[in-house]
Nanobody, 127 residues
Framework: QVQLVESGGGLVQPGGSLRLSCVIS????????VGWFRQAPGKESEGVSC????????YYADSVKGRFTISRDNAGSTFYLQMDSLKPEDTAVYSC????????????????????WGQGTRVTVSS
């Protein structure tokens, strides 16, 4: 089993930055890939970014490309989403997810491809 806990959300002004963290515990062999998803009020969930543990391959949604950066620590147990140049449309609950089989490439992320989920952290971008 794998447990995921997100942190780092909050209120930030447009143009500002936040760094989200996702701490993973449990069976470390069970998270080949870690993804970040977000869901804004009244909208469908969106796959934002993904990183593979094996080789660090990444994926970014077009909506965040060039502004968000996904990374991991050396121990491979904490994953980060650095969010810069934030916009009001980035307001959402952000959740991290893991899966033992998924490999991050240029394919759009789907929730059904990930098996373990955190509770989410809220990000509000507003002046």
């Amino acid at each position: 089993q794998v447990q995921l806990v997100e942190s780092g959300g909050g209120l930030v002004q447009p143009g500002g930055s936040l760094r989200l963290s996702c701490v993973i515990s449990g069976d470390r062999l069970s998270f080949h890939a870690v993804g970040w998803f977000r869901q804004a009020p009244g909208k469908e969930s969106e796959g934002v970014s993904c990183i593979s543990s094996s080789d660090g391959s990444t994926y970014y949604a077009d909506s965040v490309k060039g502004r968000f950066t996904i990374s991991r620590d050396n121990a491979g147990s904490t994953f980060y989403l650095q969010m810069d140049s934030l916009k009001p449309e980035d307001t959402a609950v952000y959740s991290c997810a893991s899966d033992p089989d998924y490999y991050c490439s240029d394919h759009e992320l789907r929730k059904e491809d990930f098996t373990s989920w955190g509770q989410g952290t809220r990000v509000t971008v507003s002046s």
